[in-house]
């Protein structure tokens, strides 16, 4: 059992997206680690910002998540990639924002030269 972050999605909201992630995959062998872990190591990395090879000893292997990463995040022909799709899914919002400006408003905050 691994410690659990704030970035977290439950099980629940993990299972709507679990079926779009799964057939991603080549079936060679079985899988040795959760999807579930994996998902929640790419939140991680969403929401903190860290660098691939700092991701807690919790989560899998930063080869192993961002092999993941980069194969869920390919946009196929549509434009739209696994991952993307992914999140929307499970109804992650991504990363709080902590400034003062709301994205995409960052000129309404800044002050006026005269």
């Not at 929307?88 to 400034?99: I, L």
Request: glycine share 10%; net charge positive.
């Amino acid at each position: 059992m691994r410690k659990t972050y704030s970035s977290d999605i439950s099980r629940e909201q993990f299972g709507q997206a679990k079926g779009l992630l799964e057939p991603a995959r080549k079936k060679t062998r079985p899988r040795t680690v959760d999807l579930y872990d994996i998902f929640c190591a790419i939140l991680y990395l969403l929401k903190s910002g860290c660098q691939w090879r700092m991701l807690p000893s919790g989560f899998p292997k930063w080869r192993t998540v961002h092999h993941y990463f980069a194969l869920w995040g390919t946009p196929p022909e549509n434009g739209v990639g696994l991952l993307e799709q992914a999140l929307k899914k499970s109804g992650w919002r991504g990363p709080t924002n902590t400034g003062g400006a709301t994205p995409g408003r960052v000129s309404a905050s800044l002050p006026r030269k005269a």
